[in-house]
């Protein structure tokens, strides 16, 4: 097909709508799959602190599980682009989250809570792919700024609504708590099966230029690996989540600490707060980045990361700290929002989205996986204070790496003649 062609049947893509009745589920699947999600990180932390694990215990299961998810981030994207069924993929890993959820409060052992955590990197490394795969597949690129914005409105609603149902349930003295987000599993396999299939457009659904919807044109695989822009994102976003991943745990493991009867609803405030304050901001994050570009944005949200650290490593008080947390608000929400926006906007036209979203979900995963871990050494060695000032110092270093080397994603292919995706070796078909 002439490149021309290929261009007005992109345009003609684009303007196909899906139905209410689809985006309407797509927005409750965020909802649930967020809820149950919320178990692992903080939750899961502060609940092993209880059971007496310490600090280094905590650091290398989470690590671990790190590294589970690290291995399936590119094979998984790769599983994304070419599989039909992504709600297929969704549904198995709906499961497989209800598992570790029951694998983490029925036996939390060294053994098995490491096996929690392995299956659940595993899972994610599908899971939050195919759900973004489904909204592009859905709503096209033009749409997706708005879209995701809407999916992160219903997800901080989600962690919202099972925070406070955990917190309730535990401050009541009642041990089933972790048994809240496995419920949720049912309404999230409702909600997949009212996104009708027919409406979710393969070659979309992976960034593909092609009209062929049996066979969508695929940039090379190997191109990604050359592609300067998603590099430069993926290693600033590493450096991010190399302070980010290990800071609430960090909260909530000093909180729970503090007193075991009171730190159930400070951590579930510390979240929900937070998350309220997101599922207000999400949706004019994606239509502010359409309007006014990425950059500006995710420059305000990386800058708010090393400004918290700092000051959590002067306080003590716990209100203080829920105050603090507060500018986890702005970032939470640009990133929750733009990370795919710049992914699908520097592979626009490649059919290769969904394995950029891993190979970024690896390098980003290496800074995540090794956090938790160096924080729990900094935290056995030199306290607190130094360690949320180790972190601030990362999250800056992050900070001056995406503004000097990243530019504009918007529109790039508009821009001065440019093609941010890959021009070069078209594999036909996809297998």
């Known amino acids: ?52 694990w310490t600090a280094k215990d905590i650091g290398l299961v989470l690590t671990i599980g790190g590294i589970a998810s690290l291995a399936g981030q590119v094979p998984g994207g790769e599983l994304v682009d070419m599989v039909r069924g992504k709600r297929l993929l969704v549904a198995t ?57 809407q999916n992160q409105r219903f997800a901080a609603a989600g962690a919202v609504a099972v925070t406070l149902s955990m917190a309730i349930v535990a401050y009541s003295g009642s041990h089933w708590a972790l048994f809240v987000p496995v419920a949720l599993a049912f309404p999230a396999l409702v909600a997949l099966n009212h996104i009708r299939a027919e409406e979710i457009d393969f070659a979309r659904a992976s960034g593909a230029e092609s009209a062929n919807v049996e066979q969508p044109q695929r940039g090379s695989r190997w191109a990604l690996f050359k592609n300067r822009r998603l590099l430069i994102f993926a290693g600033s976003i590493a450096l991010f989540q190399l ?21 159930a609803p400070l951590i579930a405030a510390l979240i929900i707060v937070p998350q309220l304050l997101v599922g207000l901001v999400a949706p004019r994050i994606g239509q502010w980045a359409e309007k006014h570009g990425r950059k500006p944005l995710l420059l305000v949200g990386l800058a708010a990361l090393p400004v918290r650290a700092a000051l959590f490593a002067f306080v003590s008080n716990p209100l203080a700290f829920l105050v603090i947390q507060l500018l986890d608000v702005i970032t939470a929400a640009v990133l929750g929002v733009l990370t795919a926006v710049v992914i699908a906007d520097v592979t626009k036209g490649t059919g290769r989205f969904n394995l950029a979203q891993g190979i970024f979900g690896t390098v980003m995963g290496v800074g995540a996986a090794v956090s938790p871990t160096l924080t729990g050494l900094i935290v056995d060695h030199f306290g607190s204070s130094v360690t949320f000032m180790s972190l601030a110092g990362e999250g800056f270093v992050a900070f001056v790496v ?30």
């Open 1 to 52: 097909m002439p490149r021309q062609g290929i261009a007005e049947a992109v345009t003609v893509r684009e303007a196909a709508a899906p139905s209410q009745p689809s985006l309407l589920a797509l927005s409750w699947l965020n909802f649930f799959l967020s809820s149950m999600q919320t178990a692992f990180g903080p939750i899961a932390a502060a609940y092993l602190v209880i059971q007496g």
């Open 93 to 149: 890993g709906v499961v497989t989250v209800a598992l570790s959820v029951l694998i983490l409060r029925l036996w939390p052992s060294f053994a098995l809570v490491t096996l929690a955590e392995v299956l659940q990197g595993i899972t994610g490394s599908v899971l939050g792919s195919a759900v973004v795969a489904i909204s592009l597949g859905l709503v096209g690129h033009t749409r997706l700024p708005e879209r995701l914005g």
């Open 243 to 263: 302070a980010s991943a290990s800071m609430m745990p960090l909260v909530a493991g000093m909180l729970a600490r503090e007193g075991k009867g009171r730190a």
């Open 402 to 431: 995406l503004a000097a080397f990243l530019p504009e994603t918007k529109d790039l292919d508009q821009k001065e003649g440019e093609k941010p995706t890959m021009e070069p070796v078209l594999e036909g078909t996809a297998r």
